[in-house]
């Protein structure tokens, strides 16, 4: 299986999404998963393109108790990863196999899902681009980009009907502001600002959330209290409506296959081993 096959998201990124509507934008549910990676189900090559490695990581499958979901917080999509460099030349077929998967699979599912519109928020002098999609009308999705996918990214949207609705230049303390998983914050309101600015308008009601709540437990490592304040938040996030008494996951679901460290580690070594070089 190509490296692409399981990088059609590359990285978690900023999202406001609809309950459920990761699941659906994967085109994945969670046993189909679990299947795959079990060896019960053989999946189609259009469905292995729909599967990402960030459905391992900390932020990964969950349930709230009532539907699958993923915990789609504040984070960043980073294309490609940076341990990338660690293959050497190598890494140019890891990158032109991303690029690939992006201007063909990436398309399918932006034209499946009829997004129409996309904004760009460009940090001049700098490789990154803040691509944001809307999705939905209640739904939005950044992904920070560098010059070598943009050009990718940009055709699948375009190849998928979406059309450029605005564009806009921010500052590198802005842009700091904003963050990014490597730097281990982030600073939600510089979120919801972009998207301001953009033209985007307020997150919808049921998107506020407590900001600091967020902004402290979102790069913590997996300790008891990290787990609990994360439970919190995927309750707070995936169900529809926001309650007093909010849905208490079990013990077993509250369990992580990996740390985020750990796969940082492993994922260049897959990589390696995938492209014959181990």
């Known amino acids: 299986m190509h490296i692409g096959s399981r990088l059609r998201l590359i990285r978690l990124g900023v999202f406001c999404f609809p309950p459920g509507a990761f699941a659906e934008f994967i085109g994945i549910t969670r046993q189909e998963l679990q299947d795959i990676e079990a060896g019960s189900l053989h999946p189609s090559p259009d469905l292995l393109e729909r599967i990402s490695v960030i459905t391992k990581t ?12 993923t915990v789609n917080n504040w984070g ?9 460099d ?19 699979h990436g398309r399918d599912a932006i034209e499946d899902l009829a997004i129409k519109r ?8 700098s490789e990154s681009r803040y691509v944001v999609i809307p999705f939905r009308p209640d739904g939005a999705c950044i992904f920070k980009v560098g010059d070598v996918l943009q050009d990718a990214i940009r055709a699948a949207l375009e190849g998928g009907g979406a059309k450029l609705a605005n564009s806009i230049n921010i500052t590198r303390d802005f842009a700091q502001k904003i963050g990014s998983p490597r730097q281990s914050h982030t600073d939600p309101k510089a979120v919801v600002e972009l998207f301001d600015r953009l ?4 997150i919808p009601q049921s998107w506020n959330v407590d900001f600091d709540q967020i902004k402290f437990s979102i790069w913590r490592k997996e300790s008891p209290k990290y787990k609990e304040k994360l439970r ?5 996030l995936t169900t529809e409506e926001l309650q007093d008494e909010l849905i208490s996951p079990t013990s077993a679901q509250l369990e992580f296959n990996y740390t985020r460290d750990e796969l940082e580690r ?3 070594l897959a990589w390696k081993r995938e492209l014959g070089l181990d």
């Open 86 to 104: 660690q293959l050497g030349e190598a890494k140019h077929l890891v990158i032109a196999d991303i690029d690939r998967t992006w201007r063909t």
């Open 266 to 268: 492993l994922r260049p």
């Open 199 to 202: 033209g985007l308008g307020k």
């Open 76 to 84: 960043y999509f980073e294309l490609p990863f940076p341990e990338v």
């Open 232 to 236: 919190y938040l995927i309750d707070l």
């Open 58 to 69: 900390a932020r990964g499958w969950y349930i709230t108790g009532r539907t699958p979901a």
């Open 118 to 125: 996309y904004f760009v928020a460009e940090l001049k002098g």
